[in-house]
């Protein structure tokens, strides 16, 4: 019984941590950049949708509906800031060392957080939308309604983003793109663009699942760090670009995370994370899907 | 930084503004007599939140007692305070050298503690090493105060006795618990408020059912409550920050977990709190060093209930024992220098040691290791049925109680919130001898709210 | 690396006489700047200043530390506060629960601190570029959660040292393990060992193929790295009288100290030593000036060194020397580009911290 709850604990938060780890995923794999202030854009996704609620009047314990209407707008305002962040800055170390993408995008992240902490303030905030019976029970296991709404939601963005990139004629630009920039470009795509959309989606998505991540836990200017390294944990296992892979991965994370905190000790949760993340490099490098991180460099 | 002379003029120029700028007060006194105190501060980073209480309340407390005339200090001369208050990012490694500064460049000989136990503790070391008196308000880590350092003075409760009240009114209960569930934030004061109510529930014959610390970066405390539930544990102690006290109100009602008692050692009493856990946030309860209701006497803003609208009128917010604090350590050095035949850091020290008198805060005296002798009283969120209020028991005094009631309103005005979390009061269950009600105890059960 | 235009014969444009002067005359340089550093605390330096200048030869340390695996030999670790973490931990717990003596307890941080790194090493060693960058913060991150969950390490408390030796002491302890490094540094850069690590940089595949043990060189140099950032951090963890898994492994630190190395130029020894000189200095300023806005600032000289200064600034002056020679015939055009690059060369001439302004050859 027990174990079974743990598991469910993990994937209805491991949902959201794939969700970020895609986004995350594709920006490595398509424009090279290992994108430090991802968990940033989370951030600024999940206080798109507390203000949004707390406007609307409602943060004490708003409809749930006001508080999934503004997933939308989290998406849109995301994807322009990651369109431009991408186009006015990122774009300067596209084609650079990995290594110094990581230096530029942490200065990105740092400086996020502070104008985060400036104009909000690093008080935990949370959107109190919720039900009058929150949970679902079955066979004791407990199944809290608004996590399994984010679960969904967080599914959903993913397999959106999927479709997207399987589907439409920018999403297969964006992939020839990942695939060989010169080939993509004397082909007649737009690169730069096209990178610019790729953040933008990564943003997005970012964005949206900090709607979520609002709804179910909180926000705070210093939540990004988290995230964003939890994301290297996913992608590392589940394989550069490979967005079936962040999904898988990102459940595995969830569900090893509360199997810990509930058989091992809360304490070594991260302590079980970081190894994962520094051990999976070494052995399997190339990641359960998709490509290996080495092919993906080049 | 192009040139080296653009660079020491950039530093002058630094000089300059480090005074002016960040003190807040412009006008000297008239005869240029002045006093400097000066600290760092959680003004970003993890504290940043109540590190700007301790802001306002310095702020506020020098801006009255200058108004007043300032400081007519022992050695006959009237002085006018004057702070300096640097950013310490909430960063440890940072405050050392901050306060190395204010002493050699600023030359600040009266330091004001900063923001949480591990940023104190390399201050404190500092002002030892300097032979500066330091008065905190915001670092309650028993360590600060077990290295026999002589200038180190701490105006709130050690860390390990912030449990130890809510315990206690728990045990005295018709049903006292049998089993408690203790989860610990990765963190020296949680560890150390943790370390207290292992002890105290220990001798107390209460069986810790679970014992769990997580890091701080933990978001979410799901499977951590649904093994307090499995346990049946009597009561939950929380000991760690605002954060965790939100999350862990709003999952224990997904995670169905009844307990006769749950309270946070710091966070859960801020009116942000109930803001964003609504009726969740009901009948938990928090420690705090300080009664709002309380009918002291303050020889700079009169009483506690006048200090209270103080802060109101030029914040906007409700003060807490944050604020009360940050007021008294201001007050407990304008106390040293009027008791001084004359100025300096050793005699300040020394009149800091044997100084008594009431702020709004409550008594302030040290004892030997230089904290404060107080103990932490209990709120408690609770319902208010009719929203009219005034049916307090045993409180002092009627002003006072008024003073709490305009606080609450101004809580639940301040970011249009608190609606759907129905009238809710904080009020003091514990001790007995001031408290406003009875506590709810235990707190009714999910299904039946 | 300016190996060239220090060795070019003919006519020279005044920058590139400079630097092959200053890197003819590194070792009596650094002599001179060792000694000058050795006697400012009886000329005066105390308190606040001689706290920044120990900042500043802190980050010299990790920095020029940072340079010989990530600059020289081309391994951008993104971990190497472990080293540091380590270091501070092990003299902590030397001094507090062993009762070892000040001087023993830091000298044992270094060698500590290279048994973890010959562990670690083996295993990271094998990856490249970005993905060994991120193993080591993945090391450094499991650090941090394991010195809080350890008994031994005090836990999330971490351990308190307030019995410690006067400041001078100190002083001369950073001063003495950079003056050392330094040497080290500015020794190799010139012998085979050096090249060799110059060589896996640029390409390791054929540094192999020509029948180099690369694996010895790259471990030896990642290595030496983790002795004097764990020297330097046994040393810290005294001198701050506190630490704790937070501070000692500081992820804000990690970052500045390659952001130092790159503004100053990586791949040198005088780079890192100048660059952690002046950005200790510009954060202390920036620190007083905006207080509340500090990351911010320091988020943006962050970009814009890796934007604008990929090369860092004695790097980029090698490069323009190396210009100047192509050009020689340039003329004033020539010398105004030198004195104007000259300028950017933050505390170049500042006698009063002390600068080993050293060049590599």
Redesign the interface.
Known sequence: M?LT??VV??L??GALFAAVAVGFALIWGVVGIINLAHGELLMLGGYVTYWLV?FS??????SIWVALATVPVALAALYAVGYLLQRLLVTHVADADLFLTLLVTFGVSIVLQ?LA??AW??????V?A?FAD??I?IAGV?I?K??LIAFFGAIALTLLLWGYLRTTRRGRAIRAVAQNPEAARLVGIDVAHTRAVTFGLSAAIAGGTGSF?AM???V?P??G??YTLKSFVIVVFGGLGSIPGALVGGLLLGSVE?LT??FV???W??AVSFSLLVVLLLVKPSGLFGRSVEEGEG | ????TS?RK??AA?GL??VTA?TGMGTAAAQGNTITLGGSMS???????LG?LYRDSYELTIQRINEAGGVEAGDGTTYELEMI???D?T????S???Y??L???EGVDYLLGPYSS?VT??AS?VA???QRPMVEGGGA?P?IFS???EWIFGLLPTADKYPLSSIEMAMAQDSPPESAALLAE???F???SAKGARQKLNEEGVNIAVD????T????L???L??VR?SNADILILAAH??HA??LA??M????VDVDMAMATVGSLTS?FK??????GDYVYGPSSWAINATFEDSVFGSTGEFVSAVESEYGYQPDYHNAAGAAVIQTFQRAFQQVSSLGPTNVRNAIRDIQFTTAYGNVAFGDNGVIDKDMLVYQWQPQAGGQAGGTTQTQNGTATNGTQNGTATQGGG???????GASRKVIVWPESVQQRQPIYPMPNWSER | MSGESAKATGSRSSLARVLSALSDRAWLLLGLLVAVGAMLPTAGL????L??VV?MYIFAVLALSWDLVGGQTGYPSFGNMAFFGFGAYTTAILLKDWGVAFFPAVLAAGPVAVVFALVIGLAVLRLRGGYFAIATLGVLLVSV?LS??FEFTG????K?L?DIPP?NTFYYVFLAILAVEAAVALYLTRTRFGYVLNAIRDDEGRATAMGVNTTYYKTAAWMLSALFTGWVGGAWGAF???V?P??AY?L??NVELITMALIGGAGTVAGPILGAF?LT??I??V???F??W??VALGLVIIATVLLLPDGIVGTLEERAAAMEYYEMGGEAAADSSAAAA??T??S??PDVGDPEVSDS
């Open positions: 027990a709850q743990f604990n993990g209805l938060v707390a009047g409602g943060s004490g314990g708003g502070q902490i400036q303030s690093a008080t935990p905030r949370s109190g919720g929150p949970s029970v407990f809290p608004i996590k991540v179910i836990l909180s705070q210093q939540m760090l988290a509360e905190a509930g000790g809360s304490q949760t991260l | 930084m192009r040139t080296d660079r950039f530093l630094t503004t480090g960040l003004l970003s980073g993890d504290n940043a939140d700007q208050l640097r950013d990012e960063d440890a490694s940072k050392r050298a901050i190395q500064e002493i050699d460049r591990t503790l390399p070391a030892a090493r300097n880590s360590e290295q026999g350092n990765s963190d020296t949680s560890q150390s769990q610390t997580f890091p970066e933990t978001s979410d799901s499977t951590l649904g093994r499995s605002q954060k939100v999350i709003k999952q009602e997904a995670q169905n942000s803001d964003q856990t609504g009726a969740n970011g249009g919130a608190g609606g759907s979390g | 105390s308190g606040f200043y706290t920044v900042q959660q809080r969950n836990g999330a408390s971490g308190i307030f400041e701050n009288t506190f704790d937070q501070t500081n804000g630190w002046g200095l510009a202390f300023v620190d007083t000036v207080p509340g500090q990351l300028d950017e933050p505390g001439s500042d």
